[in-house]
């Protein structure tokens, strides 16, 4: 419609009233339907700016907001693949490849290591948007690796959990992380070295 007619008829439709806005630029708060900008979401820590209703945010999100500054990505080399030739609605692969377009992460759990006022620190923050935060072979492998690194080097770990469950494309592959991962907790104990569990919305676990 244009500005003209819009002018004539008296229709005078304020930004943070509109459906829609377009994306990357501007955020709709779930909760009180106002619209901000994304730069003042950041600023406000993720946070609406009218009503500080908490939004859902991926990795890299946290590891801006945790780490003084710069981070280094971990075990980025470790990528999923269909050992089991699963198919669903659709092949595994393509699952997969659908993931790695739609996300800047490259499986459910990006490790990386950074600093804390000046003081290491290890964070593995899991992200539901790639398959829905599920746990794989690379997930658990991910974990598996950070607790060896963390207690080789005597540097905390915190992981931030926001996941769906087990990856069911990858089966008993899947659940035999949960005891590895287990496992290497426990050695971690053992060595005294800290570890910190976040829990996020949306986590489902026993």
Not at 12 to 17: E, H, Y
Not at 120 to 142: P, Y
Request: glycine share 6%; net charge positive; aromatic share 10%.
């Amino acid at each position: 419609m244009g500005w003209f007619k819009r002018l004539k008829d008296g229709i005078q439709t304020a930004t943070r009233n509109k459906k829609e806005a377009p994306e990357g630029i501007w955020y709709k708060c779930e909760r009180c339907r106002e619209t901000s900008t994304t730069k003042e979401l950041r600023e406000n820590f993720y946070k609406c700016p009218k009503c500080n209703y908490h939004v859902r945010i991926g990795s890299h999100e946290y590891f801006e907001l945790i780490f003084d500054g710069n981070y280094e990505l971990l075990f980025e080399e470790l990528r999923s693949t269909d050992v089991l030739q699963f198919t669903d609605l659709k092949p595994y692969p393509d699952r997969l490849k659908e993931a790695y377009k739609k996300n800047t992460v490259t499986d459910a759990i990006t490790v990386a290591k950074g600093k804390v006022n000046r003081r290491s620190l290890i964070v593995a923050a899991m992200d539901f948007r790639f398959i829905g935060g599920s746990m794989g072979s690379v997930v658990g492998e991910r974990i598996a690796r950070a607790i060896e690194f963390c207690i080789a080097n005597r540097i905390p770990l915190l992981i931030i959990s926001r996941s769906g469950g087990a990856r069911m494309m990858e089966a008993a592959y899947s659940l035999m992380q949960l005891p590895k991962t287990s496992g290497r907790l426990t050695q971690m104990a053992r060595a005294k070295v800290p570890f910190f569990s976040l829990m996020t919305d949306p986590t489902t676990g026993a």
